[in-house]
């Protein structure tokens, strides 16, 4: 058990290698309660939620939910969350645990002009990350609802195991999977519940280390390593998410970065020898430092040693030649695509 943002999370219950095997292959079930909710209602909630975040909000329908990053006025990043519609006056907003109060505090600062309401209601909500491939199968042993109706990145109220929870079809593993919202007082019964009923399919309770290896592995972001208030979306390569043909916080800057060219930019690599690299070494190239690594491991699935890095954008062609520093001794590594593993979402 760590110190997590706060909350005392577990590493692994078992070992990382084990759980993040068990996500590939059957099912993995993850306690992120520490998540955030930030509730915004009010007549302006679209307009106002639209204002805060990059990605384009009015073009997702009620029950559906979208990925955005969320910027300062220079243009780096806040936090990167999740958007949850359930009508254009009421949203939820899932943000990341270390960012609740940064959150909740920048979105009252820029409230001004909006006729909207916005609480925080971390304190309530818990949340179960089910993911891997067996998930529905899982799943359905214990609610009647059509999951095969639930499509991808969208969410329903549903009955499981007579308690009302609110899922939606999405996850951070790359693996189809789901993620279960509901009031603290049930979620220790639902935990054992889904275990139990997952047991015979191959579950494991998983910890915060499989769910880093997991998403690395599927090339995404995780806010503190790829994204932080000295990192831009368009740095992180996440051009996809913010929509520069509409006004919000950060749009200026972003545009300059954009039409100025970027400076730096996240890519991944791959080191050709047995070397692991890790969070914070240094990258370098040509006889100079050219960034540095923002998350690196031996792949549990991939079999090699494998990172992202933040580097110069001179450097970042696939295929170039890089070297990272490990224990002050440089190890030859190879720029390659983020998408390190081919995602296996149900949509």
Known sequence: MIDFAGFEMPVQYESILKEHEAVRKNAGLFDVSHMGEIIVEGRDSEKFINYMVTNDITKISANQAMYSPMCYPNGTTVDDLLVYKFSCEKYMLVVNASNIDKDYKWLWKNKNGFDVEIKDESGEISELALQGPKSQEILEKITNYDLDSLKYYHFDYMDLDGINCLISRSGYTGEDGFEIFLKNEYVAKMWEKILSVGEVLGIKPAGLGARDTLRFEAGLPLYG????????????????????????????????????????????????????????????????????????????????????????????????????????????????????????YKK
């Open 225 to 344: 390593n790829e994204l932080s208030d000295d990192i831009t979306p368009l740095e992180a390569g996440l051009s996809s998410f913010v929509k520069l043909d509409k006004s919000f916080i950060g749009k200026e800057a972003l545009l300059n970065q954009k039409e100025g060219g970027l400076k730096r930019k996240i890519v991944g690599f791959e080191i050709a020898d047995t070397a692991i690299p890790r969070h914070g070494y240094d990258v370098y190239a040509e006889g100079e430092k050219i960034g540095y690594v923002t998350t690196g491991y031996l792949a549990p699935t991939l079999k090699k040693n494998i990172g992202m890095a933040l580097i110069k954008s001179q450097f970042t062609t696939i295929g170039n030649e890089i070297n990272i520093i490990i224990r002050n001794k440089p190890y030859k590594a190879f720029v390659t695509s983020k998408n390190f593993y081919k995602k296996n």
